[in-house]
């Protein structure tokens, strides 16, 4: 079936230093989209950016991911952390656009900015 | 932006009892669906719906869930008999046109099964 893996638990950081959450994926399905999802504490998840153009940049709030097909991969990226983007980031796959198809959710990772 | 609104948000049950989660998706939207996540850990999928019909579950979505939406009234997720394990968070979210598009959740019904 579908899955997402999202490799870091935790990632902390100093405010003002580069953030890049790593998301692979997998589908047997050659037309994906694939979500960027942050919940911070005590909230429900938002959308951040989201894709389904091979090889094209998004962004979203100073963050940017790009998919790639070729290695299944949707990382996501901010130049420059701010305290605020500590939360709870997923990476997420849907393999239809319409259609029962589920989000499926990586496991998530936890960023944590501090001063 | 759209609004999901999930009621109730806090419910402590007796294990054995059954428990009705409702959620009021976002007006125009036609999918729906149930996410639960425990405490601290990833947001997993239970169920999607779309015009009356379970479309696809999880094999967390157990024999105990059911999930209807009467009349276009509140999308509910109803477990009956509860057990200690289905405590955890429990998410409705809604789209426009199936997971392609963007989903909107709910602030989420925190479900305790002592």
């Known amino acids: 079936g579908d899955s997402v893996t999202q490799t870091e638990g935790l990632v902390t950081l100093t405010e003002g230093l580069p953030v890049m959450l790593n998301c692979t994926y997998q589908t047997i399905y050659s037309n994906p989209f694939l979500f960027w999802y942050v919940q911070h504490l005590n909230e429900s998840p938002r959308l951040l950016l989201k894709s389904f153009t091979d090889n094209k940049r998004t962004e979203h709030q100073g963050f940017h991911a790009t998919l790639h097909k070729s290695s299944s991969s949707f990382h996501l990226q901010k130049s420059s952390a701010q305290l605020s983007d500590s939360a709870l980031y997923y990476c997420a796959l849907s393999a239809a656009y319409q259609g029962g198809r589920a989000l499926i959710f990586g496991t998530g990772t936890t960023v944590s900015v501090s001063p | 932006g759209p609004k999901v609104l999930q009621i109730p948000s806090h419910q402590i049950i007796d294990m054995g009892q059954m428990v009705t989660l409702n959620c009021d998706p976002v007006?125009?939207?036609?999918?729906f669906y149930w996410y639960k996540q425990i405490l601290g850990q990833q947001m997993e999928f239970l169920v999607n719906f779309y015009n009356g019909k379970v479309m696809e579950k999880s094999k967390l979505f157990k024999d105990q869930f059911s999930v209807e939406r009467p009349d276009g009234s509140y999308f509910t997720l109803k477990i009956q008999p509860t057990a200690l394990e289905d405590s955890a968070v429990y998410f409705c979210?809604?789209?426009?046109?199936?997971?392609?598009?963007?989903?909107?959740f709910g602030e989420g019904s925190r479900l305790i099964v002592v």
């Open positions: 007006s125009n939207h036609l999918y």
């Open positions: 979210a809604s789209s426009r046109r199936g997971s392609g598009n963007t989903l909107y």
